[in-house]
Nanobody
Framework: QVQLVESGGGLVQAGGSLRLSCVASGSAFKSYGMAWFRQAPGKEREFVAAISWEGGGTYYGDFVQGRFTITRDNAKNTLYLQMNTLKPEDTAVYYC??????????????????WGQGTQVTVSS
């Protein structure tokens, strides 16, 4: 089992940047596929980005359009999401998630087994 704690959210103006972090407990972090999801008020939780075990594979939601980068540091048990050129529509609670389903990239909520509590990102216009 793994526990996930996100940080790095906050208030930023449109066009600005934020870097989210997610620290995982336990020694098996490198065995989990990791991802970021987000949920805006009144909307479904949606996929943002995923990264494979060793970080060699990544996949992004269509709306990212090159603005976000997902990375991981297995030595530090940490997942990152660098977000640039933020837009007001990026406002949401951002969650990190871990999957122990295998060495692939997963994009649906059902494929993730562990979730953090979320960090709020607010982008003002």
């Amino acid at each position: 089992q793994v526990q996930l704690v996100e940080s790095g959210g906050g208030l930023v103006q449109a066009g600005g940047s934020l870097r989210l972090s997610c620290v995982a407990s336990g020694s098996a972090f490198k065995s989990y596929g990791m991802a970021w999801f987000r949920q805006a008020p009144g909307k479904e939780r949606e996929f943002v980005a995923a990264i494979s075990w060793e970080g060699g594979g990544t996949y992004y939601g269509d709306f990212v359009q090159g603005r976000f980068t997902i990375t991981r540091d297995n030595a530090k048990n940490t997942l990152y999401l660098q977000m640039n050129t933020l837009k007001p529509e990026d406002t949401a609670v951002y969650y990190c998630a871990a999957s122990d389903s295998g060495p692939y990239l997963y994009t649906t909520r059902a494929q993730y087994d562990y979730w953090g509590q979320g960090t709020q990102v607010t982008v003002s216009s």
